[in-house]
């Protein structure tokens, strides 16, 4: 069953069951899931659960909802998103099955207060909220409670810190995507993980970049070269079917003739890369060059298997040394047949390594890639460094400007999803670190601190007041101040003076501060006029031990208090 869990404010550790259907959250008491925060609007948020699915819709709140630190409007929810409602954090839990009774004893329930979110049945108690024991958050299941393990009448049973809180939860069995992902993280990544432990995180990131340019251009060389190899054994072809031409074109008239003394190779064994020509006829006899007539080639088996297959056809092939061995038919007028057939063949033997680069020049080509890859990774290093150096700047700088100003929140807004679960987190501590300080205070203070006695201070004054601290941020106004100002306390709380929507009160307000900080056992006195009255306008600083101030008192009372006063 779904869940949402208070994490920090003046309900932290609260669980509250989603059931079935639309919920609307805010500090309203007709809501049905009411947080009683500052900063929360009256209806804040609406979740709906859908079976299995968890939607969200922002109520048009006066001060946000946060997606694990975004600020969104509205979408799907996800086991263990936080969800922010202004600076109250909340996260999305699965309760696992709750046992009716241990041993003899039975379990109590809770019946809901001034909450709708459980509607009564007659006969039937449905808590609110399951019990705000620590032990809760240590047993917070990932698997769905099956609608058998509640009570048939809807009631739904609360454990107790007594008990131990809820039982642990069931393992979910684990796909082959899971197991895999587990298998590196837990077997591989421990040993890079201690790398950045060891060294530079830097000099980590460089290594790595530097491993990868390696292993790339080696692996560009590997095609390179088949490539290369390719593109040699075609050229290759190419030469020695062109020298083969040359040749039986130049002898055609010798065929036609009969005079086969007059068969001539010497130009052809001329041309560069051409290790052996000859002329051979039919029958597989050297016909030319003159002093090897009558001899049976050393390529017999290239002349029997691919040029006589060929008949009157030019034919090539590659032979496993590294050559290249090409044939043209010479033809000649058959009488009988009355065409011309194929008398003798003109053979080209071509070697392939007068193409080939030597290694000196593979070498030249390996460092020139080698440079251009170093080049292009160092440009990748400083940009990839950068961009993981961002985020991180922008959370110190975030950090260090809320804990100048006091501030329970952060924001950043690049989208990484760990960094933003992390920032959620620090928002979190950032709020209950909040409550020792007096700036930020939300009225979730321990009884007894000096911060209490302000408030309580503040809601003793018969007029409209207002509890500002040393930087100008409001903390607190009575219930008399909006209903003389007009003006919402819920939308200027937790705000600087400029949320105050009247300028001349602004304007009022800033400088009674001026005066009471220079003189701090002064009350400063101003006049305001309101809606077409005129009132009187009071400050007074509350200082601390050392003399600072520590925050202002400011009232608004009619003119003729005041009066009565002085006189």
């Not at 108690?125 to 024991?133: D, E, G, M």
């Not at 065929?255 to 051409?274: Q, T, W």
């Not at 007028?333 to 390594?353: F, R, S």
């Not at 000196?360 to 290093?381: D, E, N, P, T």
Request: with cysteine.
């Amino acid at each position: 069953m779904w869940a949402i869990r208070v994490l920090n404010g003046p309900q932290a550790g609260d669980i509250f069951p989603l059931k079935e259907g639309k919920i609307r959250i805010g500090r309203a008491p007709g809501v049905d899931l009411q947080l009683n925060a500052n900063g929360i609007s009256k209806e804040h948020l609406e979740i709906t659960v859908i079976g299995e699915k968890l939607l969200f819709t922002d109520l048009n709140s006066s001060n946000g909802t946060f997606l694990n630190g975004t600020k969104v409007k509205g979408g799907a929810l996800k086991l263990g998103d936080k969800l922010g409602l202004h600076n109250t954090i909340v996260d999305i839990v699965v309760m696992n099955e709750i046992p009716v009774a241990r041993g003899s004893q039975q379990k109590k329930l809770m019946q809901p207060s001034s909450s709708k979110y459980f509607p009564e049945k007659e006969g039937s108690a449905v808590p609110a909220v399951i019990s705000r024991s620590p032990a809760i958050h240590q047993h917070v299941s990932q698997v769905p409670v099956p609608q058998e393990s509640y009570f048939g009448n809807g009631q739904y049973p609360i454990m107790s810190d007594q008990d131990g809180g809820l039982p642990p939860a069931t393992a979910v069995p684990k796909n082959f995507s899971e197991k895999f992902s587990d298998s590196i993280e837990e077997k591989i990544m421990p040993g890079f993980y201690q790398l950045t432990e060891q060294f530079d995180f830097r000099i980590v990131l460089m290594g790595f970049v530097g491993a990868y340019v390696i292993m790339i251009t080696l692996m560009t060389m590997l095609p390179m070269k088949q490539i290369t190899a390719d593109s040699i054994s075609i050229e290759s072809r190419r030469r020695a079917v062109t020298v083969a031409r040359s040749l039986a074109r130049g002898n055609e008239k010798v065929i036609r003739s009969g005079d086969m003394a007059n068969f001539s190779v010497d130009y052809a064994i001329r041309e560069d890369g051409v290790d052996d020509v000859y002329v051979i006829s039919k029958e597989g006899r050297i016909l030319a060059p003159g002093d090897r007539a009558g001899s049976a080639p050393k390529e017999l088996g290239f002349f029997k298997n691919t040029v006589l297959k060929a008949g009157a056809h030019e034919s090539s092939s590659e032979f496993g040394d590294g050559k290249v061995g090409a044939a043209v038919p010479i033809l000649g007028y058959d009488p009988e047949l009355q065409q011309n057939i194929a008398k003798a063949y003109g053979i080209v033997i071509y070697n392939q390594g007068s193409l080939q680069m030597d290694d000196g020049r593979v070498l030249s080509l390996f460092i020139q890639m080698l440079a251009l890859a170093l080049v292009s990774g160092g440009v990748l290093f400083f940009f990839l460094y950068k961009m993981v150096e961002y985020p991180y700047q922008q959370l110190n700088k975030e950090l260090e400007s809320a804990l100048r100003d006091k501030r329970e929140s952060t924001q950043i807004k690049v989208k990484i999803p760990v960094l933003q679960s992390m920032l959620t987190n620090l928002n979190s501590l950032l709020a209950r670190a909040a409550t020792s300080t007096f700036g930020q205070t939300r009225g979730d203070l321990g009884a007894g601190s000096k911060n209490d006695e302000y408030f309580n201070l503040l809601q003793l004054i018969g007029f409209p007041a207002l509890l500002i601290d040393a930087k100008g941020v409001i903390l607190k106004g009575n219930a008399a101040f909006p209903a003389t100002t007009g003006i919402s306390l819920m939308n200027i709380e937790n705000q600087k003076l400029s949320a105050i929507p009247d300028q001349a009160m602004q304007k009022n307000f800033t400088e009674l501060m001026q005066i009471a900080s220079a003189m701090t056992s002064q009350l400063a006195k101003d006049s305001l006029e309101i809606s077409g009255t005129k009132f009187a306008t009071s400050c007074q600083a509350a200082t601390t031990a050392t003399g600072e101030v520590d925050c202002y008192f400011i009232t608004i009372s009619p003119m003729e208090s005041i009066e009565g006063q002085a006189a």
